[in-house]
Structure formats: structure tokens, C-alpha cells
Nanobody
Framework: QVQLVESGGGLVQAGGSLTLSCVVS?????????MGWYRQTPGNQRALVAD???????TYVDSVKGRFTVSRDNTKDTVYLQMNNLQPEDTARYYC??????????????WGQGTHVSVSS
């Protein structure tokens, strides 16, 4: 089993900052490949915000470029999302995802339960 637990969400005023963290844990983790963050608002599909490969290559949706930074610590199986200059349109539930190969399990994508970010104007 593989579990992802996010933390760091909350309420912030426009222009403020938050840092999300996501720890991957479990007893069947051989390698964690790409890790990333998605977000979802009511009535909409979950959409990519940013992701990062094991080697550190990053991808961002255009709307967050220059404001958000995704990073990871492979020694801690943790991915981060530093969010600066937050705007009301960033309000969403943020989900962590990780592509994990287990010792006895095939490659699979796992998701956390999400953490809510609310930005007031």
C-alpha cells in the first residue's frame, strides 16, 4: 500500500503565500517517478498545476508560472508546492500525485486526499 498525505493548505489573502507538502509512504515503494500537484474546483475536472520528475525537470500550467515553484526531496519522498502571490482564482482543493513502482506492485499513479486553499480578495 502507498499513501500520500498533503498538508499546508489554508486561508490566505490575495498576494499572500502558502507552501503545500506531500509525503509518500508505504511498505512497497521501490522508486517514485514523477510527483505533482493538481487542483480542482466544484463542477470542474482536476487539472495539472505543476509536476516534477525524479531528476528535477518541472512542468507548470501557464497561469502559475512565475508564482508557484514545485520541488521535491527524494530522501524524504516528499514533494512541495511553494505558492506566491496567490490570487482568488487559485482557490481550489489541491491534490498530490505520485507515480510509484513497487517491489511487488506495478507502476501506478497514487493520489492524496487533497488540501484546500482559499484566497480572499
Amino acid at each position: 500500500q502507498v499513501q500520500l498525505v498533503e498538508s499546508g493548505g489554508g486561508l490566505v489573502q490575495a498576494g499572500g503565500s502558502l507552501t503545500l507538502s506531500c509525503v509518500v509512504s508505504g511498505d512497497d515503494i521501490f522508486r517514485i517517478n514523477t510527483m505533482g500537484w493538481y487542483r480542482q474546483t466544484p463542477g470542474n475536472q482536476r487539472a495539472l498545476v505543476a509536476d516534477i520528475t525524479r531528476g528535477g525537470t518541472t512542468t507548470y500550467v501557464d497561469s502559475v508560472k512565475g508564482r508557484f515553484t514545485v520541488s521535491r526531496d527524494n530522501t524524504k519522498d516528499t514533494v512541495y508546492l511553494q505558492m506566491n502571490n496567490l490570487q482568488p482564482e487559485d482557490t481550489a482543493r489541491y491534490y498530490c500525485t505520485a507515480n510509484v513502482l513497487g517491489y511487488s506492485s506495478p507502476l501506478n499513479d497514487y493520489w492524496g486526499q487533497g488540501t484546500h486553499v482559499s484566497v480572499s480578495s
